[in-house]
């Protein structure tokens, strides 16, 4: 591909797919890049929640707009790996739970008399 083809995509959610089946999600986080087409970019940088990926623009083979829920990556160790998982999916409902519980019933005490003495001056 090249990377006049990915101007239309600059504020867009995409997914491409690379030369290797691969795909990959975000929205482009070098705009930039293709302002100037006389020297174009050879990466691409897609930036998808916290998961930032890079790659070669000479590799993409298409691009679509994809449903954003269903492009999200979550790394666990051991789950995609194939490893067999430290931790048992019912130990992280229960440690979820358990500081759930915990932010319900500890107190928040606040200072007012801060507040309300500044905004009386």
Do not use: C
């Amino acid at each position: 591909m090249k990377a006049e083809e990915l101007i239309p995509y600059l504020k867009k959610f995409i997914t491409v797919r690379l030369d290797d089946n691969s795909e990959e999600s975000g929205y482009i986080a070098n705009p930039d890049a293709f302002k100037d087409l006389s020297d174009p970019p050879e990466k691409l940088n897609l930036l998808n929640g916290l998961m930032n990926s890079e790659v070669m623009i000479s590799r993409i083979v298409s691009v679509s707009l994809p449903v954003r829920e269903d492009t999200l990556k979550i790394p666990i160790i051991g789950f995609d790996t194939g490893l067999e998982p430290q931790v048992q999916e019912d130990d992280i409902d229960e440690q979820i739970n358990t500081l759930y519980q915990k932010s319900l019933a500890e107190d928040l005490d606040l200072d007012l008399s801060v507040l309300l003495k500044d905004s009386h001056e």
